[in-house]
C-alpha cells in the first residue's frame, strides 16, 4: 500500500438490535436543537463577527453626513440584526418519556359512588296494641321471607313477596299477651313466647301447634334466640335455658348470671358463644363448649360497663369475635367487644336510648334504633362510627327491628303502632348467589302437641 493512501476499515453489514433501538430512542427524546444551517445568513454573519467587532475595538472617526449615510444603508439591507444565528423553524415538540396514556391511567383511579340512602320508609303499615315495653321482642323476619309481628295477644305474618297478611294464633288472656316471637332457621317454624312463662312452637305453613315447651321459667318469657335445633330462651327471672325441641326432656342446658330480666340473646354465627344482656346492666358471654347439664353454666366473660339494660345485641358478620351492644336510657352507648378476650373496644355515647343493632351484611356498616329525643334510624360507618344518616318517621322509640334474608330491607315497629320498612343497606354489590347449603330439619321429631 503506498505512504499516501488512506485505509479504511470495512463497516459492518449488520447492526445489533439493541444499537439500534438505542438510535431510535435517542432520536425520539431530544434534550437540545440544532439549527437549521438553511436558515442561516453567513455572509452577513461572517461581517458582524468581523468588520462589526474591528469597528468596536478600533472606532473610526468619520464627519456627521457619512454616520448617517451609515445607518441608512444598514436598515435598507437589514443590518441591524443583533443576532447572527437565526432560529426561523419552531423546535419540534419534546417527547415524553412516559406515554401520557399510562400516566392518565396511573393518576384516575377509581372513585366508589356514594350509595343513596333514601330518608322515608318506602311503606308504612298499622300494628295496632302493639306493646310498648322496651323488654320484649316482639318482631323477626325469617328466611322465607315472611314477617312475624305480635300485636297484642296476636302472632301475624306479613308475606314480603305478595304483602298478604294472615293470621297465625291468637292465645288467651289467661296466658297472653305474646313476649316474644322467633323464627326457626329453616324460615318455617316459629317460637312464640307468652306471658305466663310458656314457650309455644308452631308450623306457619300449616297454623298447627307442633309443641308447648313448660318448665323452663317462672315468668313472662321475653327473648328467644335459635342454634340450630336448640331454642335458647331468657326470662324475667333472669334464666337462661337451652332446650332441645328433638327430645321429650327438652331442657338441657342452663344459664345462671342475671339477677334480672334477659332482654337480649343473641348466638354467635358458629354457635359456639351466645351473648346475654339484662335488665341488670348486664352482659354476659357464654361458651357452648363449656355448658353443664347438671348444674348452671358459668360464663365466659362478665362485662359490666353498661349504665342501663342491654337489649340491643349483634354479632358482626364479618368478623366473627366482635360483638356489638347497646344500653337503655341510662346509658345510650353503643360498645364493641372482642368476645375472646372480653375487651372493649370501642364505645359510641349515641345520645338517646339504643334499642336495637342491625349490621349490614354487605358492607361495613351499622344500624341502630333509638327513643326519645328524635326516635330515630341512626347508619353509622364502621369502625370510624361515623354517621353516614339518619331516619326519622317514628314519633314513639323505635323498639324493634328486623332484617329482610337478602339483607337490604329493614323493618322497625315502634309505641306508635306503626310498622315502617326502609332501604337502608340498599342492595348487594356481589351478584353471584352462593349455594344455597340444606337447613336440617329441627322438628322431624315431632308430630304431635304435647
Known amino acids: 500500500m503506498d505512504a499516501g493512501s488512506v485505509s479504511f476499515s470495512p463497516a459492518p453489514k449488520s447492526q445489533s438490535r439493541d444499537q439500534i433501538l438505542q438510535r431510535k430512542s435517542s432520536r425520539e427524546n431530544l434534550d437540545r436543537f440544532i439549527p437549521n444551517r438553511s436558515a442561516m445568513d453567513f ?6 463577527l468581523t468588520q462589526s467587532r474591528k469597528g468596536k475595538e478600533n472606532p473610526i472617526a468619520s464627519s456627521p453626513a457619512k454616520e448617517v449615510y451609515r445607518k441608512q444603508l444598514a436598515e435598507s439591507l437589514n443590518m441591524n440584526r443583533t443576532r447572527i444565528l437565526a432560529f426561523r423553524n419552531k423546535p419540534p415538540t419534546p417527547t415524553d418519556v412516559v406515554p401520557s396514556e399510562w400516566s392518565s391511567v396511573q393518576q384516575a383511579k377509581p372513585v366508589k359512588a356514594r350509595r343513596y340512602i333514601p330518608q322515608t320508609s318506602e311503606r308504612t303499615l298499622d300494628a295496632p296494641d302493639i306493646l310498648d315495653d322496651y323488654y320484649l321482642n316482639l318482631l323477626d323476619w325469617g328466611s322465607s321471607n315472611v314477617l312475624a309481628i305480635a300485636l297484642g295477644n296476636t302472632v301475624y305474618l306479613w308475606d314480603a313477596a305478595d304483602g298478604n297478611t294472615s ?3 291468637t292465645v288467651d ?3 297472653g ?11 318455617r317454624h316459629i317460637s312464640v313466647g307468652l306471658n305466663n312463662s310458656q314457650v309455644q312452637l308452631w308450623d306457619s305453613t300449616s297454623n298447627k301447634l307442633l309443641r308447648t315447651l313448660r318448665g323452663c321459667h317462672q315468668s313472662r318469657v321475653g327473648s328467644m ?27 338441657v342446658e342452663t344459664y345462671s348470671g342475671h339477677h334480672q330480666e334477659v332482654c337480649g340473646l343473641k ?3 358458629s354457635g359456639q358463644q351466645l351473648a346475654s344482656g339484662g335488665n341488670d346492666n348486664l352482659l354476659h358471654i357464654w361458651d357452648r363448649s363449656v355448658a353443664s347439664v347438671n348444674s348452671p353454666t358459668q360464663w365466659l366473660h362478665r362485662l359490666e360497663d353498661h349504665t342501663a339494660a342491654v337489649k340491643a345485641l349483634a354479632w358482626c358478620p364479618f368478623q366473627g369475635n366482635l360483638l356489638a351492644s347497646g344500653g337503655g336510657g341510662g346509658d345510650k352507648c353503643i360498645k364493641f367487644w372482642n368476645t375472646h378476650t372480653g375487651a372493649c373496644l370501642n364505645s359510641v355515647d349515641t345520645g338517646s336510648q339504643v334499642c336495637a343493632l342491625l349490621w349490614n351484611q354487605n358492607e361495613r356498616e351499622l344500624l341502630s334504633s333509638h327513643g326519645f329525643t328524635q326516635n330515630q334510624l341512626t347508619l353509622w360507618k364502621y369502625p370510624s362510627m361515623v354517621k353516614m344518616a339518619e331516619l326519622t318517621g317514628h314519633t314513639s322509640r323505635v323498639l324493634f327491628m328486623a332484617q329482610s ?3 337490604c330491607t329493614v323493618a322497625t315497629a315502634a309505641g306508635d303502632e306503626t310498622l315502617r320498612f326502609w332501604n337502608v343497606f340498599g342492595s348487594p354489590e356481589v351478584a353471584a348467589k352462593a349455594t344455597r347449603k340444606a337447613i336440617p330439619e329441627p322438628f322431624a321429631n315431632v308430630n304431635r302437641i304435647r
Open 43 to 48: 455572509d452577513y454573519a461572517h461581517y458582524m
Open 167 to 169: 293470621e297465625l294464633v
Open 173 to 175: 288472656d289467661e296466658v
Open 177 to 187: 299477651p305474646v313476649t316474644s316471637v322467633k323464627w326457626a332457621p329453616d324460615g
Open 225 to 251: 334466640d335459635w342454634n340450630n335445633h336448640i331454642l335458647t330462651t331468657g326470662g324475667m327471672d333472669g334464666r337462661i335455658v337451652n332446650n332441645d325441641i328433638r327430645i321429650r326432656a327438652h331442657i
Open 267 to 269: 348466638w354467635s354465627a
Open 405 to 407: 334474608p337478602d339483607g
